[in-house]
């Protein structure tokens, strides 16, 4: 138990924990990009699929992502109050780092996402935000199967400026957040040293900024409507 009180066993956590959600974003968008066709149906073929899946596999996956975002929370709220009390933090390899605006602002990035995640829950899981267009009480056919309209309600949300703007947001803070986080893991789990820091931060910002431009550019071009 010593370890999961320590400060590096808390980074540690931390680090484990938010790699694991960066996974699955990437995975998210995966899917997310089915709307531009290339799984047969697109994106309603793609929705009907996984709520096709068995209900004990579902609740289990949405558990295991419920549970890994409290843990992280969990600890990264005990993080910034032991460092604002002004408590040593350690890493496995000690390395000399530039203070950066993502570095500096890790908690409110943090903050704003996790903000924004609950208003994507209830926009496009629960459908509880503009329930006019919700895509369980739209039907489409796909190949002779009725499925929820999920394209047209995605369309529908993007051509709202309001909307939009709230993803823009969301989607610049997942950057700021991970282009941080994803170097600070390898730092803390001692994976990196002075040669390769240099290295490590570069891919880093090009994972973070490859899930921003991913994420947004379907929102850019349902709002555009070229996407159709």
């Known amino acids: 138990m010593h370890f999961f009180s320590s400060s590096i066993g808390k980074k540690i956590v ?3 924990t938010g790699v694991s959600m960066a996974m699955f974003a990437c995975i998210h968008l995966i899917g997310n990009s089915t709307i531009f066709g290339w799984l047969n149906g697109g994106v309603n073929a793609y929705a009907h699929h996984l709520h096709a899946l068995p209900l004990p596999i579902i609740i289990g996956f949405r558990s295991v992502l419920g549970l890994l975002l409290a843990i992280h929370v969990w600890y990264g709220i005990k993080l910034t109050l032991e460092n604002n009390g002004g408590r040593p933090q350690q890493y496995a390899v000690k390395a000399t780092k530039k203070t950066t605006i993502s570095s500096e602002n890790m908690i409110w990035t ?10 994507h829950l209830l926009h496009f899981t629960l459908q509880t935000i503009s329930p006019e267009t919700a895509a369980l009480t739209h039907l489409t056919n796909v190949h002779g199967t009725d499925m929820p309209d999920v394209f047209s309600m995605m369309s529908a949300a993007f051509k709202n400026v309001a909307i939009l703007a709230i993803y823009g947001v969301g989607m610049v803070a997942l ?7 994803i170097q600070s893991f390898f730092q803390t789990m001692g994976w990196n040293n002075g040669k390769t820091l240099c290295l490590i931060t570069k891919a880093s910002t090009l994972v973070a900024l490859g899930l921003l ?13 070229i996407l159709k």
């Open 14 to 16: 931390m680090a484990v």
């Open 110 to 119: 943090g903050v704003i996402l996790l903000g924004f995640l609950i208003y």
């Open 175 to 181: 950057f700021l957040h991970l282009s941080h986080g």
């Open 213 to 225: 431009f991913g994420y947004m550019s379907i929102p850019m071009l349902l709002f555009a409507n």
